[in-house]
């Protein structure tokens, strides 16, 4: 696709009718939204025809409770081969692409990897010519805005929709309505074209917002009972108003569970629809045009949902709607935590949705029974009963109403295996998978650095490796080409020294691009083991403080994430950072060889300038607990050694890229797993040098807290646990010397810029297998039975 001559044109004739402007005195925000519709209207016809492909060939779709896209304008133009054209036409005209771009917000759709993941996919769809469509919510504003505060996490109101965005068409003519049982609402679709690379397929993203039936009440109005006049329509809306809001509370529960049925009741009703028009009646052949992917537990609820629609509303009998229903979904699990396989008490399902639990206690009997038949122990059964306790538990429901269940990575799929689903396992072998999860190059590599983009094509003298990154293995033959490598190291420098100022602009700090930057973002919790990261920069401090003509490298060390708002311990850790940032850049002595930075409001825009600029990508969670991660994929791509765990997809880039390109540290899984009965964190606490120092500060005055008493609570989670948790329950204590162990290593291996430059290079060179293209190759091909369509 090409710019037209009258590109700048069709800018102007949206500025004029939306705004009343010209490019020549239009807001950076109203330029976007024109570029955007402008770009909206070239592609049209593509969309229209990629739609109209799909309607004869079975479809995947795609079920998320979020989607973390990051900002589209960048991204589309990449994916289209318009960005430097489009560049190039606006500077002529006197404007900067860049100051546009600006202008866009990340949209408010998602908060982490899970959310992340999906957009990727999403994207890959797209590229690869797979016929995929995405569902989920229009949130009206994003998880929270981050700030910093005094140390603290302070949430504020992420209002991402506050200009017009240009990729959303609202959608009113396929509106749905939900009912729960006191009261319904209309769920009306915004679709947003997803654009694949060098590809003529326009796939899409359909996301509800909820709107009340009746918009005003006028009568109460006329009564002047204003409030009540739009009660309706607040109540309605609160439903998309906030992704995730806090469930600490009943009322909080309910809203929860009504999002997650309201898109997954929508989207179903939305996929019947179209297959009654092309069908009648025939839902027999539902399965052989529709997949559905879970993405995690939050839509399982679309389970019985679908048995719902099937038997209710078209007449078909239980059997005929469970073989249907059983065909049609695949669950992918993102956790082996078990406080994140959700269970929903009885009582919030019966209040809301009588007739989704009567049809679940079906299941759940129908379940018993096979298990009954197939003689499985009684102690197996009550561990794996979908109802059980007053609980739900969805994900027995998703494994028992899929075709299919996946883990993300290997390690992962043979953890649910071996051990956390090992009864499921041994009743259905033949339905679990692995699909190691990807990132696109697209955005992680095209997008976010240039600079290493353009040696990349220059050496394999094309760009065909952008939609098929496993290009990048003919590259480990320049290993050992020191011109090349240091071409390399000067990139990486240029992309250190753009942080650098924007760290400056964003957060008023000033860091030393000639530091190792050691990047840590990711969502804070405590399997993440932020705090680890936290007790040895302390540890470090301390042992320059003690020894000043100790020979270490100067580090920056760059620590970003979100808490969950009613996450009393993640907020911890992060006050707990932030006071040991305070200390050290406040030391004279110390600050020109350590400083430490948490960053506000991490997101996708945030993670652009990030990962280019990295030395070390700190992944660092408790072995067996992080399902995947896909941070250290992007870090990985811009060739970034890992320091971290045989954990999670670690355990493959290790593999790919050598022991010896990266530093791994701590127990492994079979070692912790024979830790958990007899673990006592005080042996190491007392024995370990300088680890009871550090630990201390929790208590000891060093640090305040401000009197919330979340230090003292971090301490004794550490040393005594809790009533619902052993002592260190993470093993942060237990891995401690061994983590700092890796950091010298880390220090030493530095210091020799070519050896550096290698481990770098080779990561680099080996990262294609994390490519979002193979992943989602994999779940057509192996999982969804679609093919690609031209």
């Known amino acids: 696709m090409a710019i037209k001559d009258n590109f700048i044109e069709n800018v102007n004739r949206v500025l004029k009718s939306q705004y009343a402007k010209t490019l ?53 133009l990449i994916n289209l081969s318009l960005y430097d054209e489009v560049k190039d036409v606006l500077d002529k005209a006197g404007f900067s692409l860049e100051e546009i771009e600006n202008a866009e917000a990340d949209a408010g759709l998602g908060n982490g990897g ?31 805005e981050q700030k910093i505060i005094n140390g603290f996490q302070v949430e504020k109101t992420d209002n991402w929709l506050e200009y ?55 009568g109460a109005f006329n009564d002047q009972k204003y409030d009540l006049a ?87 009998t239980w059997d005929e709607a469970w073989n249907i229903t059983i065909r049609t979904f695949a669950y992918t699990n993102h956790t082996i935590l078990s406080e994140a396989l959700e269970k929903w008490n009885v009582d919030i399902f019966r209040e809301l949705l009588p007739r989704i639990y009567e049809i679940i206690e079906c299941i759940d009997r129908k379940f018993l029974d096979e298990l009954n038949y197939r003689k499985v122990p009684g102690e197996n059964i009550e561990s794996m009963k979908i109802i059980s306790n007053h609980q739900i538990h969805m994900a027995w429901l998703a494994i028992f109403g899929s075709f299919s269940i996946n883990g993300v990575a290997y390690l992962h799929t043979e953890i649910l295996k071996r051990r956390e689903l090992k009864n499921w396992y041994a009743l259905y072998p033949d339905k679990f998978h692995n699909v190691t999860n990807g990132i696109t190059p697209r955005r992680w590599m095209v997008y976010s ?118 996450y009393f311990r993640a907020k911890a850790i992060i006050k707990y950072i932030n006071e040991v940032a305070h200390m050290v850049n406040n030391d004279e002595e110390i600050n020109s060889k350590i400083k430490v930075i948490f960053i506000q409001n991490y997101n996708v825009t945030y993670a652009e300038k990030l990962f280019p600029a990295a030395d070390v990508s700190e992944q660092i969670s408790t072995a067996g607990k992080e399902a995947s991660g896909t941070g250290n994929m992007k870090l990985m791509l811009n060739g970034t050694p890992t320091i971290g765990t045989f954990d999670g997809a670690n355990v493959e880039i290790v593999e790919e890229a050598g022991w010896e390109n990266n530093f791994i540290f701590g127990a492994n899984v079979e070692e912790l797993e024979k830790l958990y009965s007899n673990y006592n964190p005080k042996q190491y606490y007392e024995n370990v040098p300088g680890l009871k120092r550090v630990v201390d500060t929790l208590v000891d005055g060093t640090f305040n807290d401000g009197g919330t008493g979340m230090f003292k609570e971090l301490f004794n989670a550490l040393l005594q646990g809790t009533h619902w948790h052993m002592a260190d329950h993470y093993f942060i204590l237990k891995d401690f010397e061994s983590y700092a162990l890796a950091h010298e290593k880390i220090n030493e291996a530095y210091g020799n810029e070519m050896d550096w430059a290698r481990k770098c290079w080779i990561n680099m060179c080996n990262s294609g297998k994390f490519s979002s293209d193979r992943s989602i190759k994999e779940y057509a091909h192996v999982i969804w039975k679609i093919e690609e369509v031209k």
Not at 28 to 54: C, F, L, N, P, V
Request: charged residues 30%; aromatic residues 12%; hydrophobic residues 35%.
């Open 164 to 218: 017009d965005d240009p990729w959303f068409l609202r959608m009113i003519e396929d509106s749905i309505i939900v009912q729960y049982s006191d009261s319904k609402v209309r769920a009306v679709p915004y679709d947003t074209p997803i654009i694949g690379y060098k590809s003529k397929s326009i796939n899409r993203l359909r996301l509800w917002k909820s709107e009340p039936i009746e918009d005003f009440d006028f």
């Open 114 to 144: 899970l959310g992340r993941l999906a957009a990727g996919y999403l994207d890959s769809s797209a590229t690869c010519n797979l016929p995929l469509t995405g569902y989920g919510i229009r949130y009206e504003y994003g998880i929270f």
């Open 449 to 566: 650095n240039e600079e290493l983009s353009s040696l990349i094509t220059e050496l394999l003298g094309n760009r065909d490796w952008v939609a098929n990154l496993e290009m990048l293995k003919k590259l480990e033959n320049y290993k050992d080409h020191e011109d090349i490598l240091k071409r390399f190291i000067q990139i990486k420098h240029k992309k250190k020294q753009q942080l650098a100022e924007h760290l400056k602009a964003k957060e008023n700090v000033i860091v030393e691009p000639n530091s190792i930057f050691d990047i840590h973002v990711k969502r804070i919790h405590e399997y993440k083991r932020q705090l680890l990261n936290a007790f040895h920069i302390l540890y470090r401090y301390y042992k320059i403080k003690e020894n000043p003509n100790i020979n270490i490298t100067p580090v920056t060390y760059i620590i970003g994430g979100k808490a969950a708002p009613g």
């Open 230 to 316: 739009v009660s309706e329509k607040n109540r309605a809306k609160d439903i998309s108003r906030i992704l995730y809001p806090n469930d600490s509370h009943r009322e909080g529960k309910l809203l929860r569970l009504r999002q997650q049925y309201f898109f997954v009741s929508a989207s179903l009703m939305d996929m019947v629809r179209k297959f009654k028009h092309k069908f009648g009646k025939e839902f027999i052949k539902f399965p052989d045009y529709h997949v559905i992917q879970l993405n995690d537990t939050h839509p399982v609820v679309a389970i019985p949902e679908l048995m719902r629609i099937l038997m209710d509303e078209e007449g078909l």
């Open 24 to 76: 020549k005195n239009a807001e950076a925000h109203e330029k976007y939204y024109a570029i955007g519709k402008a770009i909206m209207a070239m592609i049209s016809d593509d969309w229209i025809e990629t739609q109209k492909r799909y309607e004869d060939v079975k479809q995947a779709c795609y079920f998320s409770a979020e989607y973390l896209m990051g900002r589209a304008l960048g991204n589309n």
